[in-house]
């Protein structure tokens, strides 16, 4: 019996070759989005999930609670030493402190520099604990040992290439320099980190480093946030006495005054990825994983719908089969077994177009993202998590997928479709149909306006004003740890013909960094009730950026003891004061210190379009300058860069020089919206196709369904508008109550996601309507030529039986 439903099964594959291809390229195009998005969904959620006794491992962080709650990803220095000495039910507790703006060089034995490398991000300082809290693998020294010393340092193996080009064992004893100030030895080295963690260090410095480069009483300060704090419960010990034991050492180690600005909280370390400093947010990930789920069934929906519109082209065969004594258990186990053949290959397709598409979401993801390194792999598919997920997912399609047109092939009456009467001609079966196609139509529609939303948001920001002059502007970050001899970097590259003027300040008008300051305001002695973004400028930095003054002057080289600010409008308008004049040499206590208001600048944009304009303070404050701003003649920028890098070179040997145009650091503001948009548009195309695809079903349908009708009506003299009325009517009024439909939720789920901009577009009538129209072509082009071509056939063709 087995083998007679395998030769049925296969003849009936191959005598419908282009329908059931049709069919097998839809599902196997559903199942590839699928499973693209199970690989990265599920990648997302592998990140530090290796890590040992990851049940009782916790992550400590802080927020700062002034005019709003700051979560932040950080701790106090001292906060993981008091614990691992004081509280018993701490196993191990562990510090570290991520690298930014710091220079690593390879020495050459002759007073200069083999190699040097500007690092940040994948070096940290910290403690012998970090190798007993996460999983790291040995090959060279002692974990328990190599980072006890100060100026000690672990090496990965591919750091250990990057810098000595060399294997493990002789890198141990090498020399490595520190921001040229302290020689660090090399005392082991580690297994390169997985893709899949946020801990993605491939150098470690002992953290005793840190009190001999910065003084005895660095590690002493409970006020800065600069570590991350990880903690190990022993076995059985209750997680809540880590909570109720932080605010303890809030009150003890904090002063008074200070006690209810700082909140220390509790995570597990499995959320390390998921919050405060996570790529992955877990919202969009359960969106990803919704859409997913929608592809898959859309691509079901479209294989019933197909399913069903051949079932009037086997009405006979089941007649026959059934007369011949056949059981409608054997005619939906027939049917199943053909359904499971087609959803097999679909799968096998599947498979093969999801590792085509994987080397392109891993690039786009490790481009989009910044520290993230996908090795996504089909063969990840067949761990054994994840094998049970997609053997489900295989059983599930099948089941979906086949049972339904099964059903519906097997009650047929053996007297009606042996007797050439219509089969399947019930409203109750166009009704389920009719609303799978709905759903398709709902699905579609939703997209499309979410793909017109999205693309209108981010043209809409990128053409936001700034308030600022930002082209040709180059940025260039200055050492972080040694002091930067500003006057002569500035006399050399002003005697480049393609640099117009140089300005010294800690960011750009427009920051990533943009932390609020508490300050006070003339004569009160408490802080305002709201905080303030700091920017230390320089005298030449309202001209570089043509940032214009309303009220007063800009403040003066002169000033050497930084005394001289200049605050926008928005500082005043919050202050309450009304004219902007009265506030000229009134005093502003900020950043610890007694300062004067000089002059009021006009508003400009500080961060990203999340926010409204902020309070904005400029302090006169030439060495807390982080970075060199450039205005560049546009002629022959690329000769200007290389000189500037020339002296650069000359003046500082021991730094590595990096340099970014503005607008390039200004568009990083919306690369998550323009990963979305992507993403979004990529999954819009698959869902548009899936939809026709079901048009397409249901164009078959209906036209197999009224042929003998359309026949008729021609020999009755009906005209062929008359005729394309008749077919094209039913998807005119899906497509009309989709709309209602898609309307109704797509704009409630994206002006919902809108509210997160100060600066937003709204979900209009123009947007609503270009919905509809691209949905109504999308349908006219799909189901016109099946119908024009059933409206013109021969009437003879369909009524020779009769």
């Given amino acids: 019996m087995i083998v007679h439903y395998l030769r049925v099964a296969k003849r009936h594959l191959f005598h419908y070759w282009h329908v059931n291809l049709i069919s097998l390229l839809g599902l196997a195009v559903a199942l590839m989005s699928g499973l693209v ?57 562990v510090r570290l402190e991520t690298f930014y703006g710091r220079t690593l060089s390879v020495p050459d034995g002759k007073g200069g520099w083999e190699k040097k490398f500007a690092e940040a991000r994948t070096v940290c300082f910290t403690e012998p604990q970090y190798f007993e809290l996460f999983g790291v693998d040995w090959i060279a020294g002692n974990p328990k040992t190599a980072l006890k010393a100060p100026n000690t340092i672990v090496l990965s193996e591919r750091y250990v290439r990057k810098y000595f080009d060399t294997t493990a064992t002789a890198a141990m004893g090498r020399t490595i320099r520190l921001d040229n100030q302290a020689n660090l030895v090399v005392t082991g080295v580690v297994k390169d980190p997985p893709p899949n963690t946020q801990l993605r260090y491939d150098a470690f410095v002992s953290y005793a480093t840190i009190p001999v480069q910065e003084g005895p009483k660095a590690l002493d300060d409970w006020q800065g946030l600069q570590a991350m704090c990880f903690v190990r419960l022993r076995e059985g010990a209750d997680p809540g006495l880590l909570v109720k034991t932080l605010p303890v050492i809030r009150q003890k180690y904090l002063p008074a005054e200070e006690v209810a600005q ?153 007297a009606k ?82 640099v117009e003027q140089v300005a010294f300040g800690s960011d750009p008008p427009a920051s990533a960094y943009n932390r609020p300051s508490p300050f006070s305001y003339h004569t009160a002695t408490q802080p305002e009730p709201f905080e303030t973004r700091v920017r230390a400028i320089d005298e030449n930095y309202l001209s570089l950026f043509g940032l214009s003054l309303i009220a007063g002057r800009n403040v003066r080289a002169a000033d050497t003891s930084g005394r001289e600010v200049l605050v926008n409008e928005m500082m005043v308008k919050q202050l309450g004061i009304s004219s902007v004049g009265s506030i000229i040499g009134k005093s502003l206590r900020v950043k610890d210190a007694e300062r004067v208001i000089v002059g009021v600048v006009r508003n400009f944009r500080s961060g990203d379009l999340h926010q409204p304009i902020s309070p904005i303070t400029l302090i006169h404050d030439v060495p807390h300058s982080r970075v060199a701003m450039l205005r560049l003649r546009t002629a022959d920028k690329s000769q200007t860069i290389k000189a500037i890098q020339q002296v650069w070179d000359k003046l ?84 009309g109550l989709g709309f209602l439909v898609a309307a109704s939720i797509g704009a409630w789920l994206l002006s919902g996601w809108l509210q997160q901009y100060t600066y937003r577009i709204s979900v209009s009538g123009w947007l609503l309507g270009g919905t509809l129209v691209s949905a109504a072509l999308i349908t006219a082009l799909t189901v016109s030529r099946q119908v024009v071509k059933a409206v013109r056939s021969n009437p003879v063709h369909y009524l020779k039986s009769e």
């Fill in 262 to 414: 700082y909140d220390y909280q509790v995570l597990p370390l499995a959320e390390l990825n998921h919050e405060r400093s996570g790529t992955a947010p877990r919202p969009i990930l359960y969106a990803l994983v919704g859409i997913g789920v929608l592809l898959v069934m859309a691509g079901c929906v479209n294989f019933i719908n197909l399913a069903t519109a051949r079932a009037l082209k086997r009405a006979r065969e089941i007649g026959v089969r059934k007369v011949m004594g056949s059981t409608r258990w054997q005619l939906i186990g027939q049917f199943m077994l053909e359904t499971s053949l087609l959803v097999i290959l679909s799968m096998v397709v599947a498979l093969l177009l999801t590792q085509l598409s994987l080397p392109l979401v891993n690039q786009t993801l490790a481009t989009q993202i910044e520290m993230l390194r996908p090795e996504l792999s089909i063969l990840d598919v067949f761990q054994p998590q994840a094998l049970g997920w997609f053997i489900g997912l295989l059983i599930g399609v099948v089941i979906l997928a086949g049972l339904y047109p099964a059903l519906v092939l097997a009650r047929f009456s053996p």
């Fill in 652 to 735: 500082l040997p021991d730094q590595v020089y990096h340099g970014d145009d503005l607008p390039d650091l200004i568009s990083s503001f919306t690369a998550t919206e323009r990963l979305l948009s992507g993403l979004v548009q990529g999954f819009a195309l698959i869902a548009i196709g899936l939809s026709i695809l079901g048009l397409y079903g249901m164009v078959t349908f209906l036209t197999e369904l009224k042929a003998k009708e359309i026949g008729v009506r021609r020999i009755l003299g009906a005209q062929t508008t008359q005729l394309l009325w008749l077919l094209g009517r039913e998807f005119g009024k899906l497509l």
């Fill in 417 to 498: 479709v042996l007797s050439v009467q219509p089969a399947g001609r019930k409203r109750k079966g166009m009704t389920v149909r009719q609303a799978l196609i709905l759903g398709q139509f709902v699905l579609m529609q939703v997209f499309i306006l979410s793909v017109l939303v999205m693309t209108t948001q981010l043209r809409h920001m990128q053409q936001v004003e700034w308030g600022f002059r930002l082209d040709s502007t180059l940025v260039v970050f200055l050492p972080q740890h040694q002091a930067t001899a500003f006057a002569p970097l500035r006399d050399q590259w002003m005697r480049i013909p393609g």
């Fill in 37 to 93: 998005i199970f690989l990265v969904v599920n990648y997302m959620f592998s990140f530090d999930r290796y890590h040992p006794h990851l049940d009782r491992s916790y992550w400590i962080v802080t927020d700062i609670k002034r005019e709003k709650t700051m979560p932040t990803d950080a701790a106090p220095r001292p906060l993981a030493d008091v614990l691992r000495r004081e509280y018993a039910f701490v196993e191990s507790a």
